[in-house]
C-alpha cells in the first residue's frame, strides 16, 4: 500500500486508511487526487505531501474551524474529533507502514501542525501530544512485544496518549527530575508526580521519564497500573481545545516488561524526540501567524476610516508588511530544518534554531492584527483573541526561548 493510500489522500469513500489498524475506520475523501501540474518545492516535496496539506487544510476549514471557539470556552478536548484523525491515518504519521503508521517523515509531521493550528492549536497540541510525545516517542524506543500492546489503540484513537517529563519543581531542568522508580521483583514502583501534561485528563496511556538509581529511564504507565491517578485540570491562558493536568504516582506499580530500552535510556530517547516536538511546535507558530495575517490583510481592506481603506495608512502598512516578511522567514526556515530531522538524524542546533525564531512569530503577528482590527480583535467576534492567548505558549513548551539560546550557544562553540 502506497503512503498516499495510507493517509487515505487517493483512497476511494469507504476504504480503509492502512492495512495496519484496522479498528481506525473508514476513509474520508475530501476529493483531492494527484494533479501532475502541481509544482513541488520546500514546503510540498512530493505528491503525497502536496496532497496531505489539500487533505488537512480541507478538513481543518470543514470540521475544526466550527469547534474551536465553543471548545475553548468549554476548556476541553474534543474526543470525537480528535479520533477522525485516525481516521485520516494521521495518529502513527512519522510510523513504518509495516506497524500501521503512514510512513511519512518530519516534513509531513510539520504540515499537519501548521494547517491544524490555523484554526484550533488547542486541539492541534493535543494531537502533538498523543502522535509525537507518546507514539513517535514509544515507538521508536520500544520493543517488538511493547509495540504489539500499545500501538494498536493508540494508532486507532481508541486510546489517548501523552508523555510525563515535567515536574512541580523542574522544568527545563530535566536532569533534576525528582520521580524515581525502584525495582521490585517483576515491577517498579514509581513515586513522584508530573505536571502542566497535556492530555493528562483524557489520556489512557503516558510515556513516563523517571530516576532509576541516578539515571533517568522511560517507561509506559497506563490507566491499569495501581497507583497512578491524574489531577483535575489545570486551568490555563490559552490552547483551551486541550486539557492539562498533573500524572501522580504513589507507589504506583508499573510492570518491569514497560521499561523502554533499558535502565538509563530515557535521556537519549527525550532528546531525540524533543527535535520533532520543537518542529512540530514552530510549525503551530506559523499557522498562527498565517491565520492572523490573512485576517488582518482582509480587514484593512473593508475597513474604511477618514475615507479611505485604512490599509492606505503607513501604520497599517508596517503591521501588515512585517507580519508577512517574519512569517515568511519562519516558513522557510521551519521546512528547511524539517528535511533535516529523522529517526537517525539528529539536528538539535537546527530544531532549536526553529523554534528560537518562529515561536514569537505566532504571538507578534497576532498582536500586529489586534492592532489592525482595533477593538474587534480584542472581542470573540474574530478568532485573533483566542489565537493570539494560544500563541504565547509556544514560547514556553518544548523548551522556552532561553533554552534554545543557550543550546544553540552551547552546540557553537563545541563545533570551533
Partial sequence: ???????????????????????????????????????????????????????????????????????????????????????????????????????????????????????????????????????????????????????????????????????????????????????????????????????ASEGDVFQVYAKTGGEISAFVVDRSCPGFSTSKPIKKMGMRGSTMGELIFEDCEVPAENLLGGEGAGLVHMMRNLEIERLALSAMSLGIADRCMEIMTAHSKERVAFGQPIYKFGQIQRYIADGYAMTEAARALVYYVAHNVGPEIQNRLGSDAAKLFTAPVGKIVADYAMQVLGGAGYCEEYPVERLFRDAKLIEIGGGTLESHQKNITKDLIRSL
Fill in 1 to 199: 500500500m502506497s503512503e498516499a493510500q495510507c493517509l487515505g489522500l487517493s483512497a476511494e469513500k469507504g476504504s480503509s486508511l492502512h492495512s495496519g489498524c484496522a479498528t481506525v475506520g473508514q476513509a474520508v475523501d475530501y476529493g483531492f487526487r494527484k494533479d501532475q501540474s502541481v509544482k513541488l518545492d520546500l514546503f510540498n516535496p512530493s505528491q503525497e505531501h502536496r496532497m496531505l496539506r489539500d487533505m488537512i487544510s480541507a478538513f481543518t476549514k470543514e470540521q475544526v474551524e466550527s469547534q474551536a471557539a465553543e471548545y475553548d470556552q468549554r476548556g476541553e478536548l474534543n474526543i470525537s474529533l480528535f479520533r477522525e484523525l485516525a481516521r485520516l491515518g494521521l495518529m502513527g504519521i512519522t510510523i513504518p507502514e509495516v506497524h500501521g503508521g503512514a510512513g511519512l517523515d518530519a516534513v509531513a509531521s510539520v504540515i499537519v501542525h501548521h494547517e491544524l493550528s490555523k484554526s484550533d492549536p488547542g486541539f492541534c497540541l493535543a494531537y502533538l501530544a498523543h502522535a509525537l510525545l507518546f507514539v513517535n516517542n514509544f515507538y521508536w524506543a520500544s520493543n517488538d512485544a511493547q509495540k504489539k500492546k500499545y500501538l494498536e489503540p493508540t494508532l486507532s484513537g481508541e486510546w489517548v496518549g501523552g508523555m510525563g517529563m515535567t515536574e512541580p519543581g523542574h522544568g527545563t531542568d530535566v536532569l533534576g527530575m525528582s520521580t524515581t522508580a525502584v525495582k521490585k521483583g517483576t515491577k517498579y514502583l514509581v513515586n513522584g508526580s508530573k505536571t502542566y501534561i497535556t492530555n
